[in-house]
């Protein structure tokens, strides 16, 4: 059984190189999907001091929403809709300095000002869940989040099952 995290460092780098192996340890030995997820989820709103995270199921035409911490969301999201049903369709990361500019974008919180999603894959290269990080700031995200969120949701993509 994990005990509490602690995640040490000032910069956004630090503290993913802190936060990583304490959440590779969080699931090892563990092999139900959404306990393991639901820990990720915490583990990140709480090591990072995200506002918003969870993660949204592909299941048939839609993205239904999975585990999660924070306010309550929306709960299905077409194919190509808002950012994370974009970011399903263009099988990509997708960093949105400022929801207000994102064409279609789902405002699940009005508090919500800049956000970043991240697409997981089966080993034939569907996206099987899609990762969605909210911040109450503007341009909270860059390629540091975008580097570190791929290494969580590879983590994710061996542990789903
Ligand atoms: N903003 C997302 C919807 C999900 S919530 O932010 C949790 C979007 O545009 O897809």
């Known amino acids: 059984m994990a005990e509490s995290l602690s995640v040490s460092g000032t ?45 949204y199921h592909v299941k048939e035409n839609e993205l239904v929403l999975g585990p999660f911490q924070g306010p309550v969301a929306c709960t299905r999201i077409g194919l190509g809709k808002g950012v994370c049903g974009t970011a399903w369709k263009e099988k990509k990361t997708i960093i949105v300095e400022d929801v207000d500019q994102f064409p279609g974008h789902i405002a699940c919180s009005s508090l919500s000002k800049s956000e970043i999603v991240i697409p997981a894959f089966d080993k034939k290269g569907n996206v099987i869940l899609i990762l969605d990080v909210d911040s ?8 540091t989040d975008k580097f570190y969120l791929e290494q969580v949701m590879t983590i994710i993509s061996k542990c789903a099952n």
């Open 11 to 55: 910069t956004k780098k630090e503290k993913y190189e802190s936060l990583l192996p304490q959440i590779k340890a969080l699931i090892e030995g563990e092999t139900d999907f959404i306990a393991n997820l639901s820990n990720i989820m915490s583990a990140l709103k709480f090591g990072m001091d995200f506002f918003w995270v969870g993660v």
């Open 136 to 143: 109450k700031h503007l341009a909270t995200f860059d390629e």
